[in-house]
């Protein structure tokens, strides 16, 4: 029973560096653009089937491949906030900016179905078979290699948004925008680049879904975004070390109720949410709202 | 009465008219079959706007009233051993049941705004499906289905289609009198500021819960027609996120806020729904892959061009012509307002 619950703990943690990885981007996206992306989902399965196409046509290794998917998500989430949310403004721009990204979601949707077919794909490689033995139990090292990935770009992240001249205006426009503009920074350029930016991190955590969830399909983002969802309120809607604390207790709390339960642990899942936010509405590292004027 | 009221009125009497004359007129089941699905979605889309419509507060999770009275409805006929057309009975049931959902749902989701409220309600709607799939009175993953109704396949759309009908109009009425009344107007006010209103005297809880409940009855009501018509439910249909985001834009193409705006969106797209998955047959349509790229392209353009939805473009326009030529007279700004200061890009 012990060794079952350390095995879960391990596993958890190790899968919420996964989550992480796909949950910084949506996080960061809602931070500076004041938008939920619902097209996060579809965005990492999307990633998935790029590092799928390249690792089964041409042979590149998934890391490695990762250098040719980041910069092509990038242009990607460019051109979706070009064409798309930059539009938007006005009384309703929550409610509209929720259905343009699930309308992106569609067709993004549609067109991988009309490339790859319904069926289950799988990212294939020695280090996603083979286990690392330790503490007493065996461990796939792509868990591992995910785990310190996201950790590293979470730093990454931080070190852009904190040490960088650019991360300056991009935390400037979140605080206040009109006065941002005030003093001459382009914000549209800002909030293209952050969705830019928000959108190639999805890149490596669709890689890494693809590596270890055991199968996807166009149909996974679904499932997908609703957990991103519940991960970032949890952890501070914008806080990008909130999404890998969220992720990881979330995670781990899933794992654990799995030995109990499977088909319930989802349901904890949700449940954890909504409890956390009747105690604390803003999340775990959420800052108080500031009232619009 | 002035001519204005005189012309309304003789307009929703044609309406009234060409909606109880449909099922006469195109009496064959196919044609009925989008009446009945068109006066659904009608319902819900008002139903989802007097609550989110009114108050600003988006709710993505609709289809939990209306999956909990389908499967009230199911579950109640399967456990009193209920047949023939005494299951009509149930119907007011799901309706409670809904309400009574409401009520902790809307305590809890309705402490927080905008984006974690949405987001609230997407969980609490992943919770009910999973409790759909995983409980033991549910039936799981094959559902349930509604009792044998002997009557004959020629005609049996049409007391779906009028009980439908007859839900929407009066949710249309209430819609109406709600918008007119106080707590409307209560509701109205949260939607601009909701500190503010509190600050005046707007028992804001207390209020934006009622119109929650009253939405929810609604959906739980039309949620066990549809039941009782589709003769099933599963836990992917009666609680169908696509379901949560199609009424959505349907109040969003027609008009969030206004009373003819969420009908005049639910007519347009669910029947248009319905041809594409059901009846085209322009051969590359008829691929469900292709037909959900331009689902997703018409949203796009219906939010893109026609950001504010139909009515209220439609209303602009119309008092456009009338001013034709004149300087269009705008009393205290209402025009500016479309654009408040306090938008974001």
Redesign the interface.
């Known amino acids: 029973m012990a060794a079952e619950i350390y095995r879960a703990i391990a596993d958890g943690i190790l899968i919420g560096g996964v989550y992480a990885l796909m949950a910084v981007g949506l996080t960061l996206i809602?931070g500076v653009?004041?938008i939920?992306n619902i097209a996060q989902g579809v965005l990492v399965v999307l990633g998935a089937y790029l590092s799928y196409s390249l690792s089964a046509r041409l042979h590149l290794d998934l890391f490695v491949g990762l250098l040719v998917t980041v910069p092509a998500m990038f242009i990607i989430g460019v051109v979706i906030h070009y064409a798309?949310?930059?539009?938007?403004?006005?009384?309703?721009?929550?409610?509209?900016t929720?259905?343009?990204t699930?309308?992106?979601?569609?067709?993004i949707?549609?067109?991988l179905?009309?490339i790859y077919g319904p069926n289950y794909k799988e990212l294939n490689a020695t280090y996603v078979t083979n286990s690392i033995h330790i503490l007493g139990f065996y461990l796939p090292y792509i868990y591992l290699y995910g785990f310190a990935l996201a950790v590293v770009l979470v730093a990454a992240l931080y070190a852009l948004l904190y040490r960088t001249r650019f991360g300056r205006s991009v935390r400037a426009t979140m605080q206040d925008?009109t006065a941002a503009r005030l003093i001459g920074i382009d914000?549209?350029k800002v909030?293209a680049i952050t969705f830019g930016v928000g959108v190639a991190v999805t890149a490596t955590g669709g890689m890494m879904f693809g590596a270890t969830n055991g199968g996807f399909n166009p149909n996974s983002g679904?499932d997908l975004i609703?957990r991103l969802?519940?991960i970032i309120?949890l952890g501070g809607?914008g806080s990008i070390g909130g999404a890998l604390a969220a992720s990881i207790f979330m995670l781990t709390v899933e794992s654990l109720v799995t030995i109990w339960s499977p088909?319930?642990a989802?349901?904890v899942f949700?449940?954890a949410?909504?409890i956390v936010?009747?105690v604390r509405?803003t999340g775990f590292f959420g800052r108080a709202?500031v009232?619009?004027? | 009465m002035n001519r204005s009221t005189t012309l309304k009125l003789a307009g929703l009497a044609v309406v009234a008219a060409i909606a109880v004359a449909f099922p006469y007129v195109y009496s064959s089941p196919v044609n009925t079959n989008y009446g009945v699905y068109g006066l659904i979605f009608v319902t819900v889309a008002s139903a989802w706007n007097i609550f989110s419509g009114f108050s600003g507060y988006i709710s993505l999770g609709q289809a939990v009233f209306f999956g909990s009275g389908a499967y009230t409805v199911g579950i109640a006929a399967r456990d009193w051993h209920m047949n023939g057309d005494g299951i009509f009975l149930l119907l007011p049931l799901g309706a409670v049941v809904a309400t009574a959902i409401a009520v902790p749902f809307g305590l809890i989701a309705l402490r927080v705004r905008r984006h974690t409220f949405i987001v609230i309600t997407i969980a609490v709607f992943f919770i009910f499906q999973l409790m759909a799939y995983d409980f033991w009175f549910t039936g799981g993953t094959i559902g349930l289905p509604a009792p044998f109704l002997p009557w004959q396949a020629a005609t049996f759309n049409n007391p779906f289609y009028f009980m439908a009908l007859g839900t929407a109009a009066v949710t249309i009425a209430l819609a109406w009198l709600i918008r007119r009344s106080k707590f409307g107007l209560q509701l109205r006010a949260i939607k601009d500021d909701e500190d503010r209103a509190l600050g005046l005297g707007v028992r804001t809880m207390r209020v934006k819960l009622s119109a929650f409940m009253l939405s929810a009855f609604i959906t739980g009501f039309i949620g066990g027609v549809w039941f009782l018509y589709i003769t099933q439910v599963l836990p992917s249909s009666g609680y169908d996120p696509l379901f949560d985001l199609t009424i959505v834009l349907m109040a969003f193409l027609g008009g969030v806020g206004t009373i003819a705006g969420p009908v005049i969106g639910a007519l347009i797209i669910e029947p248009g729904r319905l041809w594409l998955t059901t009846r085209s047959n322009i051969g590359w349509l008829a691929n469900g892959y292709v037909s959900e790229i331009l689902l997703g392209a018409l949203f796009l353009v219906i939010v893109l061009f026609v950001p504010r939805g139909i009515v209220p473009t439609g209303r602009e326009w119309i008092k456009k012509l009338r001013s034709r030529g004149r300087p269009a007279v705008s009393p205290t700004g209402t025009a500016e307002r479309a654009t408040p200061a306090g938008s974001r890009r």
């Open positions: 809602f653009l004041d939920i798309f949310i930059r539009r938007l403004r006005g009384q309703e721009r929550t409610a509209m929720l259905l343009v699930y309308a992106v979601a569609l067709i949707e549609g067109i179905y009309e925008e914000v549209n909030a679904y609703s969802l519940a309120i809607m088909q319930w989802i349901i949700y449940a949410l909504v936010l009747v509405p709202p009232r619009a004027q």
